[in-house]
């Protein structure tokens, strides 16, 4: 999403090291070099936030490749890459490249194939021809990525105080007989007053029946009394991406709306409890649902649990019950139980947190107490 890429302020004074950690990764491969082609993964490697890149990674040099609009961006974005501006194409100047390289013989080039187009790796195939052998190398930028250092963690909790902030401020524009794109609208441009770029993903606000949709998009329907109110939002503040979900009830809520919600929330915090170093993501995911489960309520937890959560909204790992990846300190994660009942409606409780040696650890910092408006 060039949206997530708008801005040029992901902290950059650990780039050579992230350059190195890829590198580290070549032996793994038997590469000499990696190709990075993913927008958020080449600003993360090198601070370029334009929309159109394409990064070399070689063992004793990086070059990034872009067009003549960025050629002053570039220069003051990038750190520890020398860079080429494409005067007739980035795949063909990067082709070209690889055809004349120093090294002799054939180029074992590393690269991800579900970032690399079918087209691209064609048309660089007719440049360079037999001189490149290709090597995948999935998913070594998003693991450098799944542990945040010090600096992005300064921005992810600023983020999170962000979209808490503006959350508890629009608990005045939810109301009956406001509709849900404007509830969604006020959310957005709140994001921005209070200085980010814009929201990490269309916002959610489903009311009624339809909260009962996970991911339902705003309409013009209007809220009304005695409905459940799912709202869905997070940000992008200099480059990070907040996450956060709350749930409201118009009116006076009936005892089992209760019920359900104290269920979500205990399910949450259960959740978050299993959090902690060396622990598998799906003992987070399953620790909700035993909770959910122990309450009649599983069948209507339909998604996992959460996922990982930096310069994209949706980054490892996932918190679901098949996944093995062991949780490390400095993961930022969001933790999101919910159940979804057709005719009645949906809660989710959705949190940002980071991983430490104790535990998990809140960012986001909106009150969780069940609210009736």
Request: glycine share 8%; with cysteine; aromatic share 4%.
């Amino acid at each position: 999403m060039n949206r997530d890429v708008a801005q040029k302020s992901v902290p950059l004074n650990s780039s050579r090291s992230r350059i190195h950690g890829l590198r580290l990764s070549l032996s793994k491969h038997r590469a000499d070099a990696l190709l990075v082609t993913h927008l958020p993964n080449i600003r993360y490697v090198c601070g370029f936030s334009g929309s159109a890149a394409i990064l070399l990674v070689e063992s004793s040099r990086a070059i990034l490749f872009t067009d003549s609009r960025y050629t002053l961006q570039a220069r003051e974005e990038v750190h520890d890459a020398s860079v080429v501006i494409a005067r007739h194409g980035l795949l063909r100047a990067l082709g070209e490249m690889l055809q004349t390289g120093r090294r002799r013989g054939r180029l074992r080039l590393g690269y991800a194939p579900a970032q690399l187009t079918v087209a691209q790796k064609d048309a660089l195939q007719s440049i360079a021809g037999a001189r490149v052998r290709w090597v995948p190398a999935p998913n070594e930028v998003e693991r450098l990525r799944a542990v945040k250092d010090a600096s992005e963690l300064i921005l992810m909790r600023e983020a999170a105080h962000l979209i808490s902030d503006v959350w508890t401020a629009a608990l005045r524009h939810i109301k009956p007989g406001v509709s849900e794109l404007a509830v969604a609208a006020e959310l957005e441009r709140a994001m921005k007053l209070r200085g980010a770029s814009g929201p990490s993903f269309d916002t959610i606000v489903a009311s009624g029946p339809r909260s009962a949709w996970p991911h339902a998009q705003p309409t013009p329907k209007l809220l009304k009394k005695n409905e459940l109110v799912v709202l869905d939002q997070g940000a992008i503040l200099r480059g990070y991406c907040s996450d956060m979900t709350r749930t409201v009830f118009l009116g006076r809520a009936a005892g089992r709306v209760r019920e359900l919600y104290s269920a979500v929330l205990e399910a949450q915090q259960a959740a978050k409890a299993a959090i902690r170093p060396g622990a598998k993501a799906s003992d987070v995911d399953s620790a909700a649902r035993k909770v959910l489960r122990r309450h009649g309520l599983v069948r209507y937890f339909t998604h996992s649990t959460g996922h990982g959560l930096g310069i994209e909204v949706h980054e490892v790992p996932r918190l679901g019950a098949a996944e093995e990846t062991l949780l490390e300190e400095g993961m930022v994660i969001t933790v999101e139980p919910g159940v979804y009942i057709e005719g009645l409606g949906g809660i989710r409780i959705e949190d940002d947190v980071v991983v430490t040696a104790q535990g998990a650890q809140d960012l986001t910092t909106a009150s969780r107490d069940f609210l009736e408006l």
